[in-house]
């Protein structure tokens, strides 16, 4: 008689998501246990049945919203997309610390190709192998019954109904002590998976184009510049405005850092032209907020709040005569230089600057000369401001933003995956890149003291970044629960001894509000002030600058 191998059994479709929304509640959700059973409160037996309660109420809610989202049409691909999601976050989440809220889902969407290769490790391929091709492969290969379609959404609605009672009531049994954690640990509302993921997509999808319907308003119509110096369009002040990326001020040098990772810059500290602000807060964790921020006039506060959108501080100084140009190493200006001309130097291929095909900051630098020649000559002889927007230290591959030549702390941690490397590796890498911003920003000084028109230069980072403390890695935390790593960052003024004469700079009035606390609100209104700017959007109590360089 021939053995038959018996065919499995098909599985109900809302068996099978109740077999899904275990794996997620539980294993998709191992940083958030992780981090709960690590807390001081998650001691003693009324903590652990708190946390039973709470692995409960996730599978309930994720059960629930499986229940209403996935109907057998698209159970398999849905399923697939989940597993891969919430392992890919929870990878992210453990290793680097960080939370996937709104402001992270937008830095997913800006990261280009090269960015996106330098998070590439085995790690995170072995998580993504155990967490969703494995579990995937299996997933994909179990039959499901044919249920019809009353019958089905009856049962599958009532598995959500019962879900939602089932969270709600041990929720209720269990408010205080939830309550206290949530409040106490907002971050861990942030971890939960894949409701952060959905939750972040659906608020960024919904803002992107709710913003992109809106008008764009205009700033600054009454905005007037210098008047033109004659007949030599390259007589007038040249103002350069590096935009830092990833710097965090507690490693920089000028501020009292225990290692010199700004001698070049504490050089021209040293000769009076460079003031160092040691109290800068940015306006966000991240590029995508920061950038955006730092060039509006709203303020942190304002910007957070906007309903609409605004032009910038580009717009205002091009609208008052000035030639403007944004250099680009990094991923993009954010929206801010749109208007304005703007120039990639990402792919150039120039000897030396741009092994493996991304380029080092000074590529912006051996490129400049040649884009300000291409702006109109009328223009120039107003006043020129040039952005030039930083690869800086651009995390986690920290060691790809120093050359060979410049990497005076060793050993580096040459790691994706910054949790493998010890701390001070990590810690040499990343001030191995700030040494390398001291060498740009001082090449760049230089260049500018050869020019025969006035110069200046102003740099400010975009955001911090944490090495390690308290297990975080990276940025991007929400601002209200970022750590000062994150968020104090480094500024500095340099100016010619034309232009300090020209402008009446006070460098000693400059010095005294050196340390006074300042942000990236302050900005907007500083540069207007450099360029000589008139208009009712300056704010000259926002000015650094206003004290120091009487109006002309």
């Keep these: 008689m021939p053995l038959t191998v018996p065919l499995r059994a098909p599985w109900h479709p809302t068996a099978l998501l109740l077999v899904l929304a275990l794996w997620l509640a539980t294993l998709g959700n191992f940083p958030l246990w992780t981090v709960l059973w690590r807390l ?49 976050s929870s990878y992210f989440m453990a290793s680097y610390g960080i939370v996937i809220d709104p402001t992270m889902a937008t830095n997913v969407v800006q990261t280009d190709m090269g960015e996106a290769l330098d998070l590439l490790s085995w790690p995170l391929l072995v998580t993504l192998a155990l967490g969703a091709v494995l579990p995937g492969i299996w997933w994909w290969r179990q039959p499901v019954r044919a249920v019809g379609a009353v019958r089905l959404a009856g049962q599958q609605l009532g598995a959500g109904l019962l879900g939602l009672l089932v969270a709600v009531a041990l929720l209720w049994t269990s408010f205080q002590d939830v309550a206290s954690l949530m409040r106490n640990h907002k971050q861990l509302r942030y971890m939960v998976n894949p409701f952060n993921t959905a939750y972040a997509v659906g608020r960024v999808a919904v803002g992107r184009t709710t913003q992109a319907q809106k008008p764009l308003r205009p700033l600054g119509e009454d905005a007037r510049g210098p008047a033109a110096t004659g007949t030599d369009p390259d007589g007038a002040p040249l103002i350069v405005l590096v935009v830092g990326e990833t710097a965090r001020a507690a490693n920089f040098g000028l501020g009292g850092y225990g290692r010199d990772t700004t001698p070049r810059l504490k050089e021209l500290q040293g000769q009076g032209g460079l003031v160092y602000f040691s109290n800068v807060s940015s306006c966000g964790t991240n590029t995508q907020t920061s ?24 717009d205002v100084l091009q609208r008052a005569g000035l030639a403007v140009l ?20 990402r792919a150039l291929d120039l000897p030396g600057l741009c092994p493996d095909g991304q380029c080092l900051d000074e590529a912006m630098l051996r490129q400049l000369p040649q884009e300000l020649a291409k702006l109109p ?32 702390f060793q050993p580096e941690c040459t790691s994706h995956a910054l949790q493998e490397c010890p701390v001070e590796h990590i810690q040499n890498a990343y001030d191995n890149s700030l040494r390398y911003t001291d060498h740009f920003l001082a090449e760049t000084v230089q260049w500018l003291q050869a020019q025969k028109r006035p110069t200046a230069l102003l740099y400010v980072s975009d955001h911090g970044e944490s090495l390690g403390e308290k297990g975080l890695y990276l940025h991007g935390m ?16 340099w100016a010619s001894k034309p232009l300090q004469r020209e402008m009446r700079w006070n460098m000693a009035c400059l010095q005294t509000k050196a340390a006074q606390p300042w ?28 004290d120091c360089a009487p109006p002309a």
């Design 40 to 88: 001081p409160e998650m001691h003693g037996p009324q903590a652990v049945a708190t946390l039973g309660i709470l692995v409960l109420v996730v599978l309930a809610a994720t059960l629930l919203l499986l229940s209403l989202l996935v109907w057998p049409r698209w159970l398999k691909p849905a399923g697939l997309l989940l597993l891969a999601v919430t392992a890919s």
């Design 291 to 314: 950038v955006p921020c730092m060039f509006s006039h709203l303020g942190r506060e304002g910007y957070a709040d906007a309903s609409g959108r605004h032009e910038n501080l580009l």
């Design 326 to 345: 944004w250099l680009d190493n990094q991923s993009g200006c954010k929206g801010v230089c749109e208007r304005v001309p703007n120039v990639d130097t």
């Design 377 to 408: 000559a009328e223009r120039r002889a107003r006043g020129t401001v040039v952005v030039m927007h930083q690869m800086g230290s651009h995390g986690p591959a920290y060691y790809k933003r120093s050359p060979q030549a410049l990497k005076p």
């Design 478 to 493: 929400p601002y209200r629960m970022a750590p000062k790593e994150q968020t104090h960052v480094p500024m500095l003024a």
């Design 519 to 546: 942000s990236h609100d302050n900005l907007f209104h500083t540069v207007l002030g450099m360029a000589r700017v008139g208009t009712q959007a300056h704010v000259p109590a926002l000015d650094i600058l206003s």
